[in-house]
C-alpha cells in the first residue's frame, strides 16, 4: 500500500549533513524559465517560500492561495500541499531539518512554533524588504561558506523567525486579545494534536499530557479559536483523512485503520457527518 509521498531535501549543502540537512535556493534558478507544477505531497522538513514577484497557486491542507508578490509562505513537517508557479517568479526556496535548527531554549522552541503555523502572509514593502534581507544574508553564508557559516545561517534564521511572527497575522485566528500564556498552551496542543492524532482521539488524553483539566483546555480553545478541544480533535482527524484521501490510493478501510478505527463503518459514519460525503465520494468529488 502507498502512503503519501514524503519528498526530501533535494539539494541540501553536504557539508551541513553531519549537523542536519539545510538548502536554500533561488526560485528563478528552479524555475529556469519553465512554468513549475508540484503534484500533492508531504515534506518530512521545514519549507519557507518567499516571493518577491510572481504569480501561482499554492494549496496548503487543501486550502487554496494565490501566490502574490511580497508574500511567505511557511509549511511546517507533516502538511500536505501542491504548488504551481509561473514562469518569473522570483524570490527564495529554504528548506531545513529539525537537525539543522533544533531550538536551545523554550523562547526560540515557540517562536517557531508560531511561525510555522502561519501558513501564509502577505506583507508591506518595507517589512518584506526586511525579510528578504535575513534570506539574502543566509543565501550569501551558504555561497560562500567562511568560518562558522553554519552558526550565522542559524543566527538569521532566528531573526527570520522574530520578523515574521511580528508582522504577520493569522487571519481565521481569533487570537488578538489571547495571553502569551494562553496562546503558548494552544500551541502545545495543537502539537501534540498532529503526533498522535492517529492513536489518541480523547481529550482526557491531552488533558493529561498538558496537566490541565478539561474546563482548561476548553477554555484555552474557545478562547483562541472559539472552538471546543473536542471539535479541534475531529478537525485534525478530518485533515488527516483528506490527506490521505486525496494523495493516496489507499482503501477506505485501510485509512481508517492508520487513523485508528478497527470498524471501518464507525470512520465512514464520522466522515459523512463532518463533510456531507462519504470518504469514496469525497474522493471521486475532489481529486
Not at 494562553?182 to 502545545?188: S, Y
Request: net charge neutral; hydrophobic share 35%; charged share 25%.
Amino acid at each position: 500500500m502507498k502512503s503519501i509521498p514524503v519528498r526530501h531535501i533535494t539539494s541540501a549543502q553536504k557539508e551541513l549533513n553531519n549537523t542536519g540537512r539545510f538548502s536554500i535556493r533561488k526560485i528563478e534558478g528552479i524555475l529556469n524559465g519553465n512554468d513549475l507544477q508540484h503534484d500533492l505531497h508531504r515534506h518530512n522538513f521545514f519549507f519557507v517560500l518567499l516571493i518577491q514577484s510572481g504569480k501561482g497557486i499554492h494549496e496548503i491542507d487543501f486550502t487554496p492561495h494565490r501566490v502574490t508578490d511580497k508574500s511567505v509562505f511557511f509549511l511546517r513537517p507533516g502538511q500536505v500541499h501542491q504548488l504551481q508557479l509561473k514562469a518569473g517568479t522570483q524570490g527564495y526556496l529554504m528548506e531545513f531539518d529539525t537537525e539543522f535548527y533544533h531550538p536551545s531554549d523554550k523562547l526560540s522552541t515557540q517562536r517557531l512554533r508560531k511561525a510555522s503555523n502561519k501558513n501564509f502572509c502577505e506583507f508591506e514593502s518595507n517589512r518584506f524588504q526586511r525579510l528578504g534581507f535575513f534570506l539574502d544574508n543566509i543565501f550569501e553564508e551558504c555561497i560562500n561558506k567562511q568560518e562558522g557559516y553554519k552558526d550565522a545561517i542559524r543566527a538569521a534564521l532566528e531573526l527570520f523567525f522574530i520578523e515574521y511572527v511580528r508582522q504577520s497575522e493569522n487571519p481565521e485566528s481569533n487570537t488578538v486579545s489571547s495571553s502569551g500564556y494562553t496562546m503558548e498552551r494552544l500551541e502545545e496542543f495543537t502539537e501534540l494534536l498532529e503526533k498522535n492524532i492517529a492513536t489518541q482521539k480523547q481529550v482526557a488524553y491531552y488533558t493529561g499530557e498538558m496537566n490541565l483539566s478539561s474546563y482548561q483546555l476548553n477554555e484555552i480553545t474557545k478562547k483562541t479559536m472559539g472552538k471546543t478541544a473536542s471539535t479541534l480533535i475531529d478537525e485534525y482527524i478530518l485533515l488527516e483523512a483528506k490527506r490521505y484521501l486525496l494523495a493516496t490510493p489507499r482503501q477506505v478501510k485501510d485509512i481508517a485503520w492508520d487513523l485508528g478505527y478497527e470498524d471501518p463503518s464507525y470512520f465512514i459514519r464520522f466522515f459523512k457527518k463532518q463533510t456531507g460525503l462519504t470518504p469514496e465520494l469525497f474522493r471521486q468529488k475532489f481529486k
